[in-house]
């Protein structure tokens, strides 16, 4: 029912009203009455009611005084006027102010009817209109905030104007609030098959749609605070709020593990420091981007910390020979020989402030991560499973660091090792244990046939088919390992290390080791004990 407030000086005319009001069959009943201006505010203030009818001539005011004051607190109320005589003055003044309908007295119950039926439709259109004002904002909102969301991160306005209008939208509601971190979900690229079957279904751009839903979906997914904006089509920002560093690695972990289970493609994120105040949070945005631009660096679907970029940035180009060599032998798969170099290693490091550990050691891990996503033949799936980044993010002792990179560093050559062997058959898996056990003995190919029991060129061809390497390759190579391996025991001595990889003349050795690897012997053990 809608509720009408009568007011009039005549009592007989208020009762006459509310007959006919009652009689009318409208949904219309009587809220209230008052017989001068200031009651009619006073219940038109506390009562308010759907529609009001005005008497014109009232004892302490006009009712077009009334009918002001209403309008200055609310443009939709429907206002009625009654008056004894017609006054062109009094009805361009109801017109101005929005009334329903002018009336004289005596009014008839047919013409009062009418005009409470307009103010029945007068009230069914605005609510009608402000239902649909509500519905277009409400479909529009989740635009505006990740457009709020952008100005603010991107500094595209004034920060101060931004987070006023997220204060006044309640963006973050009450339960939110710092720190503040700052995802940036970059989605790879299809590979030629997948983008080819995209197209064929007429889907091109399907992923990068549903990639746009489905990051924040993710983060939220875990209990995290999580508001999220489009930067582009395959790049997607995700603010945390009231989130730790733990929380934010596991809104980033789900978010990865989400977006390969529903689109079946890799996404790579970078992780911004957390910070406390709104208005910080362009440079930690800054620092995500930065992040996740790194991926080109040191792999793709990596979740990549900026901590981790910022702690090897300052001496990229400065690594020591004897952690290239290490990289050089996990390269290789040479277990042994990363465990004697680790050895000697973490004891220097353990030493040093925790800072220059960070450095180094994180430095070193992004070489290795390097080496697993170039490496063809290096499957890298088990390996992202780690997070190598992220683990060395949350240490904060400089042993416990070099304890998890050394352990990191064997993990990664016994991958490369195996990912190489791996579809191998064991016929020529064995081929390799004999040369690798025999680079003493001379024969090599001939002596090598004769354990297969195949003749010497058909094993020559097969050896190269199979492995990818030709014997004398993979002879002379794994002799150098070995050389290496040996010359960093510093109780062996050069002409002891010769002979064990297949030299029998200490100077012929000198040359040849040189030629493969830069530096003689000697060299080699001043630069490397």
Known sequence: MYRLLIVDDEYHIREGLKLMVAESGLSVEVSDVAGDGATALRLYTEQRPD????????????GLDVAKTIRDKDQQTPLLFLTGYES?????????????????????SEDFEAALSRAEDRIAQWRRSEEEAIHRHRSLEPLYREHLLLDLLQQRRPAAEVIREMDGLRFFGETSGPPYTVLCCELEEAS????AASKSHGSMHKNSHVFAGLAGEAAAATGAKAHSAAVSRDRRVVLLARASCRAAERAAQQIRQTVQERLNQGVSIGISRPVQRMEQLPEAYEEAVQAAEHRGWVGYSQIIPYESIQAAEPNSSQLLEKELLMITEIRAGNDAAVHAILQEWSGQLAGLPFKQVKMIVTQLVLFVMRIVQSDASVGQTSMQEHDPLLELSRLRHGPEMVDYVSRYFVRVGRHVRESREKGIPRK?????????????????????????????????TRF??????????YQTRVRFERARELLL?????????????????????????KKHTGLTPTEFRKTFL
């Open 51 to 62: 529609m009001v009818l005005l008497d014109i001539n009232l004892p302490d005011m006009s």
């Open 88 to 108: 062109m003055t009094y009805i361009r003044q109801a017109v101005s102010l929005q009334a329903v309908d002018y009336l004289l007295k005596p009014v008839t």
């Open 192 to 195: 030629q098959q997948e983008a």
């Open 428 to 460: 020529f898996q064995r081929a390799k244990e004999w040369i690798r056990e025999h680079l003493q003995e001379d024969g090599g190919l001939n002596r090598l046939a004769e354990y297969m029991n195949m003749s010497p060129k058909y094993l020559s």
């Open 464 to 473: 190269k088919q199979v492995t990818g390497e030709s014997f004398a390759d």
């Open 489 to 513: 025991d510093p109780n062996r001595k050069v002409a002891e290390v010769a002979e064990l990889v297949g030299f029998t003349d200490t100077n012929y050795f000198s040359i040849a080791f």
